[in-house]
C-alpha cells in the first residue's frame, strides 16, 4: 500500500523558514520523480515543485522559484522542501504527491494527507 506522510508544516512569520518531509513507503520511492503541491484556502490544487530520481534535476512554480528547495533521501524514501523567505501569499496545506509514471507532466495517483503551512504575524 503506498502511503506519503508529511510533515513540518506550522505557523510561521513573513520572511520565515520551514521544512517539510514527506515520508513514503510502499512503493520504489527512488524509481519516481517526486512533487511537491498545495492548496491555499478556497483555491485549487497549484503544482509547486518536482524532483527527478536522483536529485540531479529540479523544478520550480515562478512563484517559489529562489525561495524554495527541493530535495530528497533515496536511502530514508524522504522528500523535503526547504521553504525560505515565506510570504501570507504560502499559506497553504502542502501536499507530496507521487506521479502514476515517472516523469515530468503525469498525473498524480496517491497524496499524503498534507501538512499544513500558516505565514502570518
Known amino acids: 500500500e503506498v502511503q506519503l506522510v508529511e510533515s513540518g508544516g506550522g505557523l510561521v512569520q513573513p520572511g520565515g523558514s520551514l521544512r517539510l518531509s514527506c515520508a513514503a513507503s510502499?512503493?520504489?520511492?527512488?524509481?519516481?520523480?517526486m512533487n511537491w503541491v498545495r492548496q491555499a484556502p478556497g483555491k485549487g490544487l497549484e503544482w509547486v515543485s518536482a524532483i527527478s530520481t536522483r536529485g540531479g534535476s529540479t523544478y520550480y512554480a515562478n512563484s517559489v522559484k529562489g525561495r524554495f528547495t527541493i530535495s530528497r533521501d533515496n536511502a530514508k524514501n524522504t522528500l523535503y522542501l526547504q521553504l525560505n523567505s515565506l510570504e501570507t501569499e504560502d499559506t497553504a496545506k502542502y501536499y507530496c504527491?507521487?506521479?502514476?509514471?515517472?516523469?515530468?507532466?503525469?498525473?498524480?495517483?496517491?497524496w499524503g494527507q498534507g501538512t499544513q503551512v500558516t505565514v502570518s504575524s
Open positions: 504527491a507521487k506521479p502514476l509514471y515517472s516523469g515530468l507532466g503525469s498525473s498524480f495517483d496517491y
Open positions: 510502499g512503493f520504489t520511492f527512488s524509481s519516481y520523480y
